[in-house]
């Protein structure tokens, strides 16, 4: 009995600018199955756009990806570093007549587009060398290697998102495989690479579709295995026109900064373009057991900003309440006494806090000590006679929040106002805002000394 081969598959961005939500999405997809069946998930970095490739995009790529969590399998394998194997594959097909010499010059090129153009067709390449002689070129003359591609009958694309895509081939011209200065183009780089790599699921924008039914007639010219295509909607921006700065297209790293966890990255883009019947809340091992290329939807998912805020909210209030103040004390250095405050008060913060920015700006009040400075809303708050009058009730009770809130609400009681008209000045004092945390754990979080310094500031 045979072993049915494991998938393999693949990431391959382009080192061109930093990781977008659309390819950390792409790169979800493709780890989830690999993880889900047990599979191989490999990483290509398909810099062979030598002008344009950066080295910073390449480490903007795979800090990205760490930061995601999704791992790889093996080596990053770099595409340019491979230009001798791609070529070797065109010299084959040109020895089996599978590809030819074509010396049209730029000239004769551009003039084709032109014609092209004035009938209102795509410009294609005309086939004029596909049956001439090479010796008919001038001695030493520049040529590049096309594929010798069907021109009747259609090319299929048997896409598991798509369906089938039919493409005719009298619309798909003979394309450059290795240009006249010996580089291989892009679409022999891939084909080749993901033969050699084994990769047997092809899972990747649906910009790329057109790609796929020109790869697929190198792949049937060499003889290959045809791998399994999966081309996935692109996203759109929440008014449902294509995705841009404006809407958050934005590096993924911008999204770690603006304080989204990795956790909450993963769920977000499963469920841009993935269902499992009405879940919403789906953690990563969750996902893996689940997942699967069925359940890939056709049509644009749309970015909803208020939808990952609210989800981020989640992934916040399910973590450790240790583990989110040491991750907010990585950007910051914060004293023995300010990380223990922090971790006492996470249970408060962290049921407010949408993202790891919001809970570490609401925190910022335990890391100092003495009087704050109060911000606009915190002054219209302030109300130094209140907490005069209150200060000696306080100070008279043991320092827990149930024993210092009894003391403020018979201070109201007594006084004929509400607890909140106590409770806003106090706030205010104590932490420099018109929000925080419940008041009376934070007051215990403190400390009656460092309290009592804080209210004493603003008491007249």
């Known amino acids: 009995m045979t072993e049915t081969k494991k998938p393999v598959l693949r990431f391959a961005p382009s080192p061109t600018g930093m990781l977008h939500i659309g390819g950390a999405r792409t790169a979800l997809f493709n780890w989830l199955y690999a993880r889900h069946t047990g599979g191989t998930f490999l990483l290509r970095i398909e810099d062979t756009d030598r002008e344009r490739s950066t080295p910073e995009a390449v480490a903007a790529i795979l800090g990205g990806l760490e930061w995601m969590g999704l791992d790889w399998d093996g080596q990053t394998v770099y595409q340019f570093a491979r230009a001798g194997r791609h070529r070797e594959v065109a010299e084959q097909l040109l020895s089996q007549g599978?590809?030819?010499?074509?010396?049209?010059?730029?000239?004769?090129?551009?003039?084709?587009?032109?014609?092209?153009?004035?009938?209102?067709?795509?410009?294609?390449?005309?086939?004029?060398?596909?049956?001439?002689?090479?010796?008919?070129?001038?001695?030493?003359?520049?040529?590049?290697?096309?594929?010798?591609?069907?021109?009747?009958?259609?090319?299929?694309?048997?896409?598991?998102?798509?369906?089938?895509?039919?493409?005719?081939?009298?619309?798909?011209?003979?394309?450059?495989?290795?240009?006249?200065?010996?580089?291989?183009?892009?679409?022999?780089?891939?084909?080749?690479?993901?033969?050699?790599?084994?990769?047997?699921?092809?899972?990747?924008?649906?910009?790329?579709?057109?790609?796929?039914?020109?790869?697929?007639?190198?792949?049937?010219?060499?003889?290959?295995?045809?791998?399994?295509?999966?081309?996935?909607?692109?996203?759109?921006?929440?008014?449902?026109?294509?995705l841009s700065k404006r809407h958050g297209a934005l590096a993924v790293e911008a999204y770690r900064d603006m304080g989204y966890l990795p956790e909450t990255m993963r769920n977000y883009l499963l469920r841009l373009?993935?269902?499992?019947?009405?879940?919403?809340?789906?953690?990563?091992?969750?996902?893996?057991?689940?997942?699967?290329?069925?359940?890939?939807?056709?049509?644009?998912?749309?970015?909803?900003?208020?939808?990952?805020?609210?989800?981020?909210?989640?992934?916040?209030?399910?973590?450790?309440?240790?583990?989110?103040?040491?991750?907010?004390?990585?950007?910051?250095?914060?004293?023995?006494?300010?990380?223990?405050?922090?971790?006492?008060?996470?249970?408060?913060?962290?049921?407010?806090?949408?993202?790891?920015?919001?809970?570490?700006e609401a925190a910022e009040f335990l890391f100092t000590d003495g009087p704050r400075e109060l911000d606009e809303a915190a002054r219209k708050n302030i109300a130094p006679e209140t907490i005069a009058r209150v200060l000696p009730k306080l100070e008279a009770t043991d320092w827990t929040a149930p024993a210092l809130e009894a003391a403020a609400r018979a201070f109201a009681d007594a006084e004929g106002i509400k607890l909140g008209q106590v409770a806003q000045p106090l706030r205010a004092a104590l932490t420099g805002k018109a929000a925080s945390p419940p008041l009376f754990d934070m007051m215990a979080v403190l400390g009656r000394e460092e309290s009592l310094v804080r209210l004493r500031a603003y008491a007249k």
């Open 273 to 360: 373009g993935w269902s499992h019947g009405d879940d919403e809340i789906i953690p990563t091992a969750q996902a893996i057991e689940w997942f699967n290329l069925e359940n890939i939807g056709r049509s644009p998912a749309r970015l909803d900003f208020k939808k990952l805020d609210n989800l981020n909210a989640h992934y916040i209030r399910s973590l450790d309440d240790r583990v989110l103040a040491e991750m907010i004390a990585r950007t910051r250095a914060l004293s023995p006494t300010a990380m223990t405050r922090l971790v006492a008060a996470m249970p408060g913060l962290k049921e407010r806090a949408k993202t790891m920015v919001e809970l570490g």
């Open 98 to 242: 599978k590809a030819y010499r074509c010396f049209a010059s730029a000239e004769e090129l551009e003039e084709m587009r032109n014609k092209a153009r004035a009938e209102g067709k795509p410009p294609r390449y005309d086939g004029r060398w596909r049956d001439r002689d090479p010796n008919e070129a001038p001695a030493g003359a520049p040529f590049v290697i096309r594929l010798r591609a069907p021109q009747t009958g259609e090319t299929i694309v048997h896409d598991v998102v798509q369906g089938d895509v039919r493409f005719g081939n009298d619309q798909l011209d003979d394309m450059v495989l290795l240009r006249s200065d010996g580089t291989p183009t892009y679409m022999l780089a891939v084909v080749v690479d993901d033969f050699d790599m084994g990769v047997t699921h092809v899972i990747r924008g649906d910009d790329h579709l057109n790609n796929a039914a020109r790869q697929l007639q190198i792949i049937r010219a060499m003889g290959w295995p045809e791998p399994i295509y999966g081309h996935l909607p692109l996203i759109h921006g929440p008014d449902g026109a294509k």
